[in-house]
Protein backbone atom coordinates (compact mmCIF):
# COMPACT_ATOMS: atom_id res chain seq x y z
CA UNK A 1 0.00 0.00 0.00
CA UNK A 2 1.48 2.85 -1.02
CA UNK A 3 1.86 6.06 1.86
CA UNK A 4 0.09 8.59 -0.07
CA UNK A 5 -0.53 11.85 1.20
CA UNK A 6 -4.51 11.13 0.27
CA UNK A 7 -4.14 7.51 1.83
CA UNK A 8 -2.61 8.85 5.37
CA UNK A 9 -5.64 10.98 4.92
CA UNK A 10 -7.88 8.24 5.10
CA UNK A 11 -6.18 6.16 7.74
CA UNK A 12 -6.26 9.26 10.11
CA UNK A 13 -9.90 10.09 9.04
CA UNK A 14 -11.02 5.92 9.55
CA UNK A 15 -9.31 6.42 13.21
CA UNK A 16 -11.08 9.30 13.96
CA UNK A 17 -14.52 8.39 12.84
CA UNK A 18 -14.25 4.91 14.61
CA UNK A 19 -12.78 5.62 17.67
CA UNK A 20 -13.54 4.07 20.67
CA UNK A 21 -14.99 1.18 17.99
CA UNK A 22 -13.93 -2.39 18.83
CA UNK A 23 -13.93 -5.59 17.16
CA UNK A 24 -14.90 -8.89 18.32
CA UNK A 25 -11.61 -10.03 19.62
CA UNK A 26 -9.70 -12.85 19.65
CA UNK A 27 -8.83 -12.79 23.00
CA UNK A 28 -12.09 -11.80 25.63
CA UNK A 29 -9.42 -9.75 27.70
CA UNK A 30 -8.26 -7.56 24.85
CA UNK A 31 -10.61 -6.36 22.21
CA UNK A 32 -9.11 -5.17 19.43
CA UNK A 33 -9.38 -1.60 18.18
CA UNK A 34 -11.78 -1.63 15.20
CA UNK A 35 -9.67 0.06 12.60
CA UNK A 36 -7.10 -3.17 12.79
CA UNK A 37 -10.41 -4.05 10.48
CA UNK A 38 -9.91 -1.30 7.80
CA UNK A 39 -6.38 -1.84 8.19
CA UNK A 40 -6.32 -5.66 7.34
CA UNK A 41 -9.52 -4.77 4.22
CA UNK A 42 -7.53 -1.84 2.51
CA UNK A 43 -4.08 -4.13 2.74
CA UNK A 44 -6.02 -7.20 1.02
CA UNK A 45 -7.03 -4.85 -1.59
CA UNK A 46 -3.75 -3.37 -2.06
CA UNK A 47 -2.23 -6.48 -2.81
CA UNK A 48 -4.15 -6.70 -5.61
CA UNK A 49 -2.07 -3.79 -7.27
CA UNK A 50 -5.63 -1.22 -7.50
CA UNK A 51 -5.41 2.26 -7.31
CA UNK A 52 -5.44 4.50 -4.49
CA UNK A 53 -8.61 5.55 -4.71
CA UNK A 54 -9.82 1.56 -4.15
CA UNK A 55 -7.39 1.48 -1.06
CA UNK A 56 -9.13 4.81 0.39
CA UNK A 57 -12.50 3.19 0.11
CA UNK A 58 -11.39 0.12 1.71
CA UNK A 59 -9.92 1.81 4.22
CA UNK A 60 -13.59 3.58 4.83
CA UNK A 61 -15.44 0.97 3.65
CA UNK A 62 -17.75 1.54 7.69
CA UNK A 63 -17.67 4.91 7.81
CA UNK A 64 -21.16 5.39 6.25
CA UNK A 65 -22.54 2.25 8.18
CA UNK A 66 -21.09 2.47 11.26
CA UNK A 67 -20.35 6.27 12.37
CA UNK A 68 -21.78 9.86 11.82
CA UNK A 69 -20.22 10.16 8.50
CA UNK A 70 -22.63 11.20 5.75
CA UNK A 71 -21.98 10.74 1.85
CA UNK A 72 -21.64 14.22 1.00
CA UNK A 73 -18.47 14.42 3.84
CA UNK A 74 -16.79 11.49 1.79
CA UNK A 75 -17.00 13.05 -1.45
CA UNK A 76 -16.07 16.42 0.11
CA UNK A 77 -12.75 14.87 1.57
CA UNK A 78 -11.56 11.93 -0.44
CA UNK A 79 -14.04 12.53 -4.09
CA UNK A 80 -17.35 11.35 -5.58
CA UNK A 81 -15.54 7.93 -6.72
CA UNK A 82 -14.32 6.97 -2.79
CA UNK A 83 -17.96 7.60 -1.77
CA UNK A 84 -20.22 6.10 -4.36
CA UNK A 85 -17.35 2.94 -3.66
CA UNK A 86 -18.09 3.68 0.24
CA UNK A 87 -21.76 3.82 -0.38
CA UNK A 88 -21.84 0.36 -2.63
CA UNK A 89 -20.32 -1.35 -0.18
CA UNK A 90 -22.53 -0.54 3.36
CA UNK A 91 -25.27 -1.94 4.40
CA UNK A 92 -28.48 -0.18 3.82
CA UNK A 93 -30.33 0.13 7.75
CA UNK A 94 -33.98 1.41 6.89
CA UNK A 95 -36.14 1.17 3.67
CA UNK A 96 -39.27 3.37 3.06
CA UNK A 97 -38.31 5.27 6.46
CA UNK A 98 -38.68 1.83 8.57
CA UNK A 99 -35.33 -0.27 10.20
CA UNK A 100 -34.05 -3.56 8.28
CA UNK A 101 -33.96 -6.55 10.20
CA UNK A 102 -30.34 -8.62 9.98
CA UNK A 103 -31.30 -10.69 7.21
CA UNK A 104 -33.27 -8.31 5.53
CA UNK A 105 -30.17 -5.98 5.42
CA UNK A 106 -27.83 -8.60 4.54
CA UNK A 107 -30.33 -9.77 1.28
CA UNK A 108 -30.26 -5.93 0.24
CA UNK A 109 -26.53 -5.59 0.46
CA UNK A 110 -26.34 -9.17 -1.99
CA UNK A 111 -28.72 -7.75 -4.47
CA UNK A 112 -26.58 -4.79 -4.47
CA UNK A 113 -23.38 -6.44 -4.96
CA UNK A 114 -24.41 -8.57 -7.74
CA UNK A 115 -24.82 -5.23 -9.84
CA UNK A 116 -22.10 -2.96 -8.45
CA UNK A 117 -18.77 -1.82 -10.00
CA UNK A 118 -15.72 -4.90 -9.94
CA UNK A 119 -13.47 -2.02 -7.14
CA UNK A 120 -16.54 -2.55 -4.96
CA UNK A 121 -16.81 -6.19 -5.08
CA UNK A 122 -13.16 -6.03 -4.30
CA UNK A 123 -13.95 -4.34 -1.39
CA UNK A 124 -16.60 -6.54 -0.26
CA UNK A 125 -14.62 -9.46 -0.79
CA UNK A 126 -11.92 -8.17 1.26
CA UNK A 127 -14.51 -7.50 3.99
CA UNK A 128 -15.77 -10.73 3.91
CA UNK A 129 -12.17 -12.58 4.09
CA UNK A 130 -10.85 -10.07 7.03
CA UNK A 131 -14.43 -11.26 8.85
CA UNK A 132 -14.50 -15.13 8.37
CA UNK A 133 -10.48 -14.81 8.58
CA UNK A 134 -11.34 -13.55 12.25
CA UNK A 135 -14.20 -15.24 13.63
CA UNK A 136 -11.90 -18.77 12.54
CA UNK A 137 -8.93 -17.46 14.76
CA UNK A 138 -11.28 -16.05 17.39
CA UNK A 139 -13.15 -19.14 17.49
CA UNK A 140 -9.99 -21.64 17.37
CA UNK A 141 -8.64 -19.33 20.61
CA UNK A 142 -11.83 -19.36 22.89
CA UNK A 143 -13.68 -22.02 21.26
CA UNK A 144 -17.65 -21.77 21.91
CA UNK A 145 -17.07 -18.93 24.47
CA UNK A 146 -16.39 -17.25 21.14
CA UNK A 147 -19.82 -17.49 19.21
CA UNK A 148 -21.44 -16.13 22.16
CA UNK A 149 -20.20 -12.79 21.49
CA UNK A 150 -22.14 -12.95 17.73
CA UNK A 151 -25.48 -11.59 17.78
CA UNK A 152 -27.01 -14.15 15.11
CA UNK A 153 -26.93 -17.57 14.62
CA UNK A 154 -23.68 -19.35 13.32
CA UNK A 155 -25.81 -20.19 10.46
CA UNK A 156 -26.76 -17.07 9.35
CA UNK A 157 -23.35 -16.09 9.38
CA UNK A 158 -23.03 -19.57 7.43
CA UNK A 159 -26.03 -18.12 4.53
CA UNK A 160 -24.21 -14.73 4.13
CA UNK A 161 -20.83 -15.81 3.44
CA UNK A 162 -21.47 -18.68 1.26
CA UNK A 163 -24.15 -16.28 -0.89
CA UNK A 164 -20.74 -13.79 -0.75
CA UNK A 165 -19.12 -16.66 -2.39
CA UNK A 166 -21.62 -17.02 -4.85
CA UNK A 167 -21.47 -13.47 -5.76
CA UNK A 168 -17.54 -13.50 -6.40
CA UNK A 169 -17.37 -16.71 -8.10
CA UNK A 170 -19.91 -15.20 -10.45
CA UNK A 171 -18.12 -11.54 -11.11
CA UNK A 172 -14.95 -12.18 -10.54
CA UNK A 173 -14.28 -15.83 -11.12
CA UNK A 174 -10.76 -16.58 -11.23
CA UNK A 175 -9.41 -13.77 -9.11
CA UNK A 176 -7.07 -14.57 -6.13
CA UNK A 177 -9.47 -12.52 -3.36
CA UNK A 178 -11.99 -14.46 -4.93
CA UNK A 179 -9.89 -17.72 -4.37
CA UNK A 180 -9.05 -16.28 -0.70
CA UNK A 181 -12.55 -16.04 0.77
CA UNK A 182 -13.29 -19.40 -1.01
CA UNK A 183 -10.38 -20.99 1.14
CA UNK A 184 -11.88 -19.15 4.01
CA UNK A 185 -15.17 -19.81 3.52
CA UNK A 186 -14.48 -23.56 3.53
CA UNK A 187 -12.19 -23.71 5.69
CA UNK A 188 -15.34 -21.84 7.72
CA UNK A 189 -17.89 -24.80 6.78
CA UNK A 190 -14.93 -27.13 8.18
CA UNK A 191 -15.02 -25.72 12.23
CA UNK A 192 -19.06 -24.06 11.87
CA UNK A 193 -21.12 -26.21 10.18
Not at 66 to 94: H, Q
Not at 96 to 105: E, F, M, V
Amino acid sequence: MNHTPQIKKAIQFAARKHHGQFRIADSADRPLPYVTHLFSVALLVAEDGTDDEIVIAALLHDTLEDTDTTREELAAAFGERVAALVEAVSETRKKDGQPLDWKSRKEDYLARLESASDAAVLIALADKIDNIESRIEGFEKQGGLFLGHWKQPNEAYLWFHGEAVRIAQKRLPGHPLTRRLQEARAKELEIFA
